[in-house]
């Protein structure tokens, strides 16, 4: 399995990485058959099978302590804790998940998603990348890290967290962090599941945003009215949810909510600069979902990385009223349904951006409607790395040694449970991870490239060192 | 059968009415029991009852022809022709139909919508006024206007069109019309499918809006789009088709598609002053669907009546796009498909609408976006009603006797075949009913007062009289 792109580093990593790559590609496929949906209760046993799966790879690796969570109402985690030689070396956590997104032929795949293949340097298969392929590469990095050094324990002190309901919201991590806060404490986290903005060009992710769902419901009379005895003299709801959802941005695609941006701190000059030198190959990234979106959009005044990765959304996922069937119906709908999503940056906070749309939702109520609006969860925090960081300045280091090339920060634009984990853990956060665009995550046909999966386990095997110099230099 | 409510004329033709009203609440719900639901194919067989029970009573009351037209795509429609004594007599043409809306106890119904049953002065079931309740009402008046003749032929040749396709929407009325047009020739028409503004205030409908339909479909990526990875930076297609909905009105609630009011005739002063004398009972008027419809809203500077009876409308009647279960998902919808109605008014032309509609849309589709937009069939124009026609004089003195009162003129906002029936048979049309706001048609719990179906077949009676004196005098 050698890579037509990245160079090899020639590191002993390198070596030890590469003789176990046929190996490495066996057990990660038999992982991928697995369907470890979280999502479809269905599937809950398969989550359980996964991580059983996981904590035997890990007993067999040797790992002193792997346990697999069941005591909460969480679906298993499994935990694993590998002590330094070294008492005072420090002590990281890496964080993943062991759920795949629900995947079925019928949704347009070319292929089982559950019965992975290898096709000239893919792996595909539901997972591949997200995110079982990134734990594979995690474990494989200690391994060759082991290897490398010919220590019977890592250089720092390594815990694993890989939870079951990532993909479906990680909804009781909290629970599980608070459950065992003892076991899980740790001076760094390293999170697993980040990609690169290309092939071409080793990026890593130094920032998510946040995320705070709104739902509105519209309500005029009980039920549906004639169209002809009613329509134009009372108010409709559907038209004037639509108007309320296009009341959200002005013509520049500026969020209108009152005091939405007072929490959004502009992208310094530098780090636009950065960001607009990374390529970006507009066709290939408009394709890239394998879905074939067909322009960029978006606010006014910024690139589409920095639509992304620097400026909060106003998304609409539904909006459903009224007649839906063949031919027309002539009805006032009696009702209307708007979900939407907000996407925040920098220091948005949940609780503070919740009563903002509750507000701007409130002051346009028409007269004749009921409105009920809600905005879920607690929402989730952005998360933005300290690029000037010890860790963020180690993980760097490691991907350039095993890429061959600068590794320039980045940013991704969804959400994870990133900011929940550095604040109950107390520890700073960074990624690693090397999923590219095309990767087709939570999509049909999802792969991973396997030369890159190498890479990134000689860069964690690297990185583990490297911190561990960085403490004792 | 008193009325509480409407004096009684005293005339020979209200005491044949009255001598028959018991009868006649026999006859009618024994037709009710029939559920000739036209939209629904499990009860096409239904249709055809109904049109031979008809038939069968037409045959009963003398008429001399009568026939169950089945030779066209349309489901049965039944002919009748009662010729005058004297060969100059006018040709009177009723137009009604005998299918009904769908009806069903889960719509909630407070009684089996096919079992009728007399509470008080109601009669109650599907059909009971729109438009069963009214063609029985007919045959009611030609019975009573022979009874108080004592000749053996009406006044003036009578001919009855009752179709079994109005409710869904009349699809196969031009091929009738062109089939059977010898048989349907006639001077003027008669159409008893509308009624009055409320019971106290006798009112007969002068105008009916027109109709067409537009479906847009916007179409962004070929699936959807996770809203981490592409959020904010590619066209939302249910955002941009909010948007286009936002667009079809001003502030003021006025259309804002150019051209669109170029053939709207604002009513004169005279009308409006008429009009806005007419009882206007918001309260009653909201509640009137049994739907409580909670406020009055729409364009500026027009009162209820005038919006629904004198000005266009842009009515959306479904909106649907991206997710709709519970919870949320974090996606950038694929596509989303809205359904709107557009009513016209005066001399609007569906024909020259409809080009208008599909070049507004045009001009807003956003980059990214594919639209699919169609204007459906050739639309139903709206029609006016001529004041100062002998008609129209003749059917409001009828109703004055029967009702004890001046019969002012109205509108409704609907839309029926009448633009059809005037233009392919070439005879001015008017209207004679007595539905109320509060019967609920193509509601649940539809029902009739039966003292004003009552008086509304003495108007029957006493119009025949009158067209036949209008023209010998």
């Not at 002190?157 to 909804?171: D, M, T, W, Y």
């Not at 046909?445 to 860069?459: F, I, K, M, N, T």
Request: aromatic share 6%.
């Amino acid at each position: 399995m050698t890579s037509t792109v990245e160079p090899l580093s020639g590191t002993v990593e390198q070596a030890e990485v590469a003789s176990r790559a046929d190996a490495f590609v066996a057990e990660l496929s038999e992982w991928l058959r697995i369907p470890s949906i979280s999502a479809d209760p269905g599937h809950h046993a398969d989550v359980t099978r996964s991580a059983e799966w996981l904590a035997a790879t890990l007993r067999r690796d040797g790992w002193p302590t792997v346990e697999v969570w069941s005591d909460t109402a969480a679906l298993p985690a499994v935990y694993a804790h590998w002590p330094a030689a070294d008492p005072t070396a420090p002590t990281v956590l890496v964080y993943g998940h062991h759920d795949v997104q629900p995947a079925d032929l019928a949704d347009g795949w070319s292929f089982a998603p559950f019965e992975p293949q290898v096709v000239g340097e893919e792996l595909r298969g539901r997972g591949a990348s997200d995110d079982k392929g990134h734990i594979a590469m995690v474990l494989l990095g200690v391994r060759a890290h082991l290897a490398a050094t010919g220590a019977t324990a890592p250089a720092v002190s390594l815990k694993l967290l890989v939870e079951g309901e990532e993909e479906s919201g990680s909804a009781h991590l909290a629970e599980l962090l608070t459950a065992h806060g003892d076991a899980l404490a740790c001076d760094e986290i390293v999170v697993t599941d980040t990609g690169m903005v290309d092939r071409e060009t080793p990026t890593v992710c130094c920032g998510m945003r946040g995320l705070v769902d709104l739902e509105v419901v519209y309500r005029g009379a009980a039920v549906d009215l004639h169209s002809g005895q009613f329509g134009g003299a009372v108010p409709n709801p559907v038209t004037e949810l639509a108007r309320l959802v296009a009341a959200f941005h002005d013509d520049a695609g500026h969020i209108a909510v009152p005091g939405f941006y007072d929490d959004v701190r502009e992208p310094t000059a530098e780090e636009r600069a950065a960001w607009a030198a990374l390529p970006f190959d507009e066709p290939a990234w408009l394709a890239g979902s394998a879905a074939g979106a067909m322009a960029t959009a978006g606010e006014a005044g910024w690139s589409t990385y920095e639509r992304l990765w620097a400026r909060p959304t106003a998304e609409v996922n539904g909006l459903h009223g009224g007649y839906a069937g063949p031919g027309h119906k002539t009805i006032v709908p009696h009702s209307a349904t708007l979900k939407m999503t907000f996407r925040l940056v920098d220091a948005q906070d949940p609780a503070r951006i919740k009563p903002l749309l509750e507000r701007f939702v409130a002051d346009r109520i028409p007269a004749g409607i009921d409105a009920d609006v809600s905005t879920g969860g607690p929402g989730v925090p952005p998360l933005i790395c300290d690029l000037d960081s010890p860790l963020v300045a180690s993980i760097r280091e490691a991907m350039g040694i095993a890429l061959g090339a600068e590794v320039l920060p980045a940013r991704e634009g969804g959400s994870g449970p990133e900011a929940l984990l550095t604040t109950a853990l107390d520890a700073p956060l960074a990624f690693l991870g090397v999923m590219l665009p095309a990767d087709r995550i939570h999509a049909p046909d999802e792969r991973a490239v396997l030369p890159l999966l190498l890479r990134g386990a000689e860069s964690v095997a690297h990185l583990w060192r490297l911190l561990a110099e960085r403490v004792t230099s």
